[in-house]
Nanobody
């Protein structure tokens, strides 16, 4: 059974850091794009970053460039989202998702077939 499971959310002060994990099972990362999305209350789901299978190319939304880093550990079949210099506006439920395509840019949500349950990130003093 193919699935992705997020972990690592929590409460952090502005300027702090968190690392989210997305553990994949039932498939290997080489043939999928893994994306991170977030959704704040009353807002649409927003693409944050994605990492392409095969060569590990990465893509970021302008709002997180220079602060967030996506990476993967093929041995653990896990993708990470390192979030630094967090701001209150980063507060949202963060989701990871898997798409059976090789991305050349941030993919929209409808390209992804498999979604995790989400993990809450709250940035507040």
């Amino acid at each position: 059974q193919l699935q992705v499971v997020e972990s690592g959310g929590g409460l952090v002060q502005p300027g702090g850091s968190l690392r989210l994990s997305c553990a994949a099972s039932g498939f290997t990362l080489d043939y999928y794009t893994i994306g991170w999305f977030r959704q704040a209350p009353g807002k649409e789901r927003e693409g944050v970053s994605c990492i392409r299978g095969h060569d590990g190319s990465t893509y970021y939304a302008d709002s997180v460039k220079g602060r967030f880093t996506i990476s993967r550990d093929n041995a653990k079949n896990t993708v990470y989202l390192q979030m630094n210099s967090l701001k209150p506006e980063d507060t949202a439920v963060y989701y990871c998702a898997a798409a059976p395509v090789l991305a050349t840019t941030l993919l929209p949500p409808n390209e992804y077939d498999y979604w995790g349950q989400g993990t809450q990130v709250t940035v507040s003093s």
